[in-house]
């Protein structure tokens, strides 16, 4: 490598570090509901928070991951102490003691409101305790994030897994009886298996797997990769297919840009981890990548959304920094590092709140922000960002030292 590569290198591990430290500052300063518990349910693109907005279990899950992942590369006890509060809401307002389980959302005094189980959403929760099981040090706490963990495994298995067909359905009632709206959200479509459930239920897995490498949790951990091998990742455009009938008969998909290129690090990921089929991943990561960069605008330096929707999301192009990293690492080819300095840049200058803080939704088809969306909601979250941060940083860690 040269030096001028070890330079750039440098400068993008620095900025992202400068960037990391703003995000979680945002997160441990402007999202703390001081009044009702917790965090805030809902924050516009300019500050104005809605104290009575419902507060969601992904916002909350990954919150309790970010902090975490963050107290783990920087012992900050502000960090911990915001990890501490988004696992007591978890665990005190979210967790149904009588069916158990994660409720979808809560009010925004903590009680209960949607009670439903979105699987997608217990996911989440698995992922956030699994990585605060790894911060801890008390025996006895990391025991009972530890039985919490594999309590959402062995729910996740019993309710949601498909014997029959193989695969997860995406939701049940609060009782774990069937339902027939599946939905993640008004917007979605009603289809019981997708690719993103399935997708996070893999990181999931594989980050449990890490701190309870089970003879149980392996062949289910490695059957999702199975799954994304050989029916989710489309065998001749290598594009995910993001929807299927409860017998994996694919459904009319658009093409989803940030799922491809997330997916094409977070399945090898899984397969390192699981050390299964690892040579089939990191083939399909390239495979995947080349697929995502179809919606790559070198104008712009940005990956689009979809291939119908002319947009950049702040978490696709989060994504894209580190999918595309990814596919550098693989290939050594220099266009995929560019391809992820680009996106840093694109996010630098149109997706980054230089006046309120954190990152906006996104940008239109126009060159427009994104009007409406929120910088804190049931969506908007600091796990993106913050992973993407967090993932460069450690491996363009690996890349200077080396170099040495």
């Known amino acids: 490598m040269s030096t001028i590569d070890k330079t750039v290198l440098q400068t993008f591990r620095d900025e992202l570090q400068a960037e990391l430290e703003e995000i979680l500052r945002f997160w441990s300063t402007q999202t703390i509901d001081h009044r009702q518990g917790g965090f805030i349910g809902k924050m516009d693109n300019i500050g ?17 991951w970010t902090f975490s992942a963050a107290y783990a590369k920087t012992p900050d006890p502000t960090y911990l102490a915001v990890a501490q509060r988004a696992f007591g809401v978890l665990s005190d307002q979210f967790y149904d003691e009588q069916y158990a389980g994660y409720y979808w959302s809560i009010g925004a005094d903590g009680t209960a409101l949607n009670t439903r189980k979105q699987v997608y959403g217990q996911a989440f929760v698995l992922y956030a305790l699994a990585e605060y099981h790894r911060i801890l040090h008390d025996e006895n706490e990391r025991l009972i994030v530890w039985a919490k963990a594999v309590m959402v495994f062995g729910w ?22 069937p339902l027939d709206d599946l939905r993640l959200s008004e917007r979605d479509r009603n289809d019981p298996k997708t690719m993103n459930t399935h997708l996070h239920i893999l990181e999931a897995y594989a980050n449990l797997y890490r701190i ?56 090898l990921e899984a397969a390192e981890i699981a050390q299964y089929r690892v040579e089939d ?43 595309f990293l990814n596919a550098w690492e693989i290939t050594q080819e220099e266009h995929w590092l560019d391809k992820s300095l680009a996106c840093w840049a694109y996010i630098k ?41 967090l993932e460069i940083i450690r491996r363009l860690d690996k890349h200077l030292i080396a170099t040495n």
Request: net charge negative; proline share 4%.
């Open 48 to 64: 104005l928070v809605d104290d009575n907005a419902p507060k969601g279990l992904v916002l909350n899950a990954r919150i309790l």
């Open 156 to 177: 996740i298995e019993q309710y949601s897994f498909d014997r029959k067909h193989n695969g997860y359905w995406e939701a049940v009632a609060q009782d774990g009886s």
């Open 212 to 267: 309870w490498p089970d003879r149980i949790l392996q062949p289910q951990l490695n059957n999702l990769i199975d799954l994304f091998l050989d029916k989710i990742v489309d065998s001749t455009t290598h594009h995910l297919i993001c929807f299927f009938d409860a017998e994996w008969n694919p459904s009319p998909s658009p093409i989803s840009y940030g799922h491809d290129i997330e997916t094409a690090w977070l399945l």
């Open 281 to 323: 991943a990191r083939r399909a990561a390239l495979q995947i990548a080349l697929a995502a960069a179809e919606g790559f605008d070198p104008t712009l330096g940005a990956l689009y959304y979809e291939d119908h929707l002319l947009e950049k999301h702040w978490w696709v192009e989060a994504e894209a920094m580190v999918g």
């Open 349 to 389: 200058q149109e997706i980054k709140d230089k006046e309120h803080g954190e990152w906006f939704w996104g940008i239109d088809a126009q060159g427009k922000v994104m009007e409406g969306e929120d910088k804190v909601g049931f969506w908007k979250c600091p796990y993106h960002n913050t992973r993407a941060c």
